[in-house]
């Protein structure tokens, strides 16, 4: 069994008290953690079954971060999530004081300058990613942000980092899942105190189901996908698996080190076996059949991946990381994937 040093800190043992309390169950099986990379996160410490519940939520501990009766042409920003997680949480005395056990645990903005997503980049980090989609993405939250900050009284620093906790800590639900093309078929943002401990993992072990969601009184549960042993981490897949490196980095800021999105079965084409499709590939074959789309990278894959071997750091590692994935996604030399690093030369493969 995989030792873990165990998270026993004040914070997270009132955030527990506050969730059981309050109806929900934090686990018997499980412990906050520190995990990869000194990462806080959950491990599992005695075997769970498939499809045992391992913790469990009341929607009452949730917090909304929109009103979905609300009439709006377009779906809120996170930004406009991220105003009224502010006046709605931590504005309202009421409620701060009935969430400061979830709030105490949620990472300072101190903490956040030292791992953060690509907003809190600097001009020149933001150029070294050369990728246009994500550069975008980082553009257009500054542009929500600073369009916010002067309708709301909050600066566009504290604005940023509401932002990066809505975006970085809170669910997608679809409230009527029944009919797929229906225009009434509305979801909420959340966020779900302790659930959110939980870290993305691409061949995740665990996943959130909520029990009676048509009633006011439903239930938010993390269940088990398979049996897990003591001392693995449990995990979620961020986005219900549709998720590429693209949407992982520029939403929560790490680039995970599996494969984003790999369909579940190889798919038999004209009697082969087809290699399964992953979100990264999918991400990029749809980049480069959008008109006027060009490679954008100023360095081959090789060199980036030299420059890792030779010890980069910190951010500059992390945007070469992301380089190298969506490098080998789009084509290029294979074998990269897994972080194996194995650079065998494949046709074709290019700045
Ligand atoms: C919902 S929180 C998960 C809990 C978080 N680790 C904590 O200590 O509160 C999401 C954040 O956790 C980190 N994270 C989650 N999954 C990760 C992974 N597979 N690799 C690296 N960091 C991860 C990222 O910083 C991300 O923004």
Redesign the pocket.
Known sequence: MATHDFDSTDGIKFLKDFVNKNGGNTGEKCEVARV??G???IVCTHPLKKDEIIMSLPSSLALSLWDPSTKSETPPTATDCAVNFKEWYLDDENRLNTFAPYIG???TPSEVEL?V?PDYYSENEIKMLEFPKIIESINQRNRDIEKSSTTTKLSPSDLKYYTYLVT??SFNIRLSADDKDSDNVKGVRIMLPFL??????GKSNAELDILNPEKDDSTFVIRAKRPIQPGKEI?LT?GSGGFSSVD?FS????V??GVEGRDEKNVKVGGRKRRPVTADERTMAKLETEEGYVSPWSTTLEEDVERIKEGAEGRERKILEFRAKMKVAGGWPVGVMDGKMDLKKKEGGGK
């Open positions: 990869n990379g990462i806080r996160g645990i949620l990472p791992d997503t970085s800590r959110d401990l939980l870290n993305h993992g995990s961020y992982l939403s929560y800021g790490f995970p080190s």
